[in-house]
Nanobody, 115 residues
Framework: VQLQASGGGLVQAGGSLRLSCAAS????????MGWYRQAPGMQRELVAS???????NYADSVKGRFTISRDNAKNTVYLQMSSLKPEDTAVYYCRIWRFTAPGYWGQGTQVTVSS
């Protein structure tokens, strides 16, 4: 399984970005897809996840600002980020997994929010 993330970039505080992550290869189903982020010197943290049936989960720090969605036909997960803050600056990684298995990770995309 390969994951290709895209959509990162530089944005001013208060702005928006949309991340995409497309999975390919021998994709297991059902699965959960999600976005993590890692800021310099910090541990990687879960930002949001979405199950195959569409149940979502968000970190408290992004609730009300970020929206995760997926297109099962395209094996793609999206992260719409709005009202971005400088503290959202990080490398964002997508992941696909099933149950408690480690799953697979994408290569990461940089999001930088300037104040």
């Amino acid at each position: 399984v390969q994951l290709q993330a895209s959509g990162g970039g530089l944005v001013q505080a208060g702005g928006s970005l949309r991340l995409s992550c497309a999975a390919s290869g021998s994709i297991f189903s059902p699965n959960t897809m999600g976005w993590y982020r890692q800021a310099p010197g910090m541990q990687r943290e879960l930002v949001a996840s979405i199950t195959y049936s569409g149940n979502t989960n968000y970190a408290d720090s992004v609730k009300g600002r970020f929206t995760i969605s997926r297109d099962n036909a395209k094996n793609t997960v999206y992260l719409q980020m709005s009202s971005l803050k400088p503290e959202d600056t990080a490398v964002y990684y997508c992941r696909i997994w099933r149950f408690t298995a480690p799953g697979y990770w994408g290569q990461g995309t940089q999001v930088t929010v300037s104040s």
